[in-house]
């Protein structure tokens, strides 16, 4: 297995980093338009201040979006994006670096990218991140399988924080609010176009498919006392 990294971070003195949906859309946007060796344009801003008031059920299917894309002719990624969740003070990310130094130079124009336009937006300044971002490189393939469930799991601290402890009441429930939660790659890997230009799925190779990711992300859902152990490693922590 190449070179893989667990990335996260939260907002300093825990707060949230993410006030509403616009917020998470430029968040996943930018992890499209700055993952590029080349410099960003600006053209995105124009197009994202017509995009602020567009309830679209997918940013990705708006025509915006495709006029931005024609914009650049080539693409030349720093990173694969395994996967993400993005929650209200943090962020986690599975990355693969694909040029020398490609994460250290993404999370530069990611971090000060969209600190910028939070703090413009705010009215606000200095940092918005709790120092610089944690990087854990994933030595473990098996390790590597399980942190992709735990990363799309994260949003079920938002209506079902007993996870942690290894017990959830009812797992199919718990299914049915990850594949809802709008701010995360799973429903990509489940076949439902969310915002599937941003993410390289490796994950569905080692689970024969969207189906197959759903059925043992399910099972490990099922049996989460077993995998107790591993919802609190270490490597996991944002203290």
């Known amino acids: 297995m190449e070179q893989i990294y667990h990335v996260y971070n939260r907002g300093v003195d825990k707060r949230n980093v993410f006030l509403n949906d616009e917020d998470y859309y430029r968040f996943i946007h930018d992890l499209f338009e700055f993952n590029d060796v080349l410099s960003t344009d600006n053209n995105f801003g124009r197009i994202f201040n017509q995009l602020r008031d567009v309830q679209h059920p997918s940013i990705e299917k708006h025509p915006l979006i495709g006029e931005e894309r024609k914009l650049r002719k080539r693409r030349d990624f720093l990173v694969e994006i395994i996967a993400f969740c993005l929650m209200p003070n943090h962020y986690h990310l599975l990355l693969r670096p694909v040029k020398d130094n490609g994460i250290i130079l993404f999370m530069k124009k990611m971090g000060g990218g ?16 709790q120092g610089r971002y944690k990087k854990v490189l994933v030595e473990n393939p098996n390790h590597f399988e399980y942190l992709g469930f735990y990363t799309h799991c994260n949003s079920l601290d938002l209506k079902y924080p007993e996870w942690r402890d290894g017990k959830i009441s009812n797992a ?68």
């Open 172 to 239: 199919k429930e718990a299914m049915e609010y990850l594949e809802n939660y709008r701010w995360s790659s799973l429903p990509d890997y489940l076949g439902k176009k969310n915002f599937p230009s941003v993410t390289q799925r490796e994950l569905l190779q080692h689970q024969e498919g969207p189906l197959g990711y759903k059925n043992q992300l399910q099972e490990w859902l099922s049996d989460l006392e077993r995998n107790k152990k591993f919802l609190i490693d270490k490597t996991l922590t944002l203290e």
């Open 114 to 129: 969209y600190t910028n336009y939070f703090n413009e937006k705010y009215k606000r300044s200095g940092a918005l991140f």
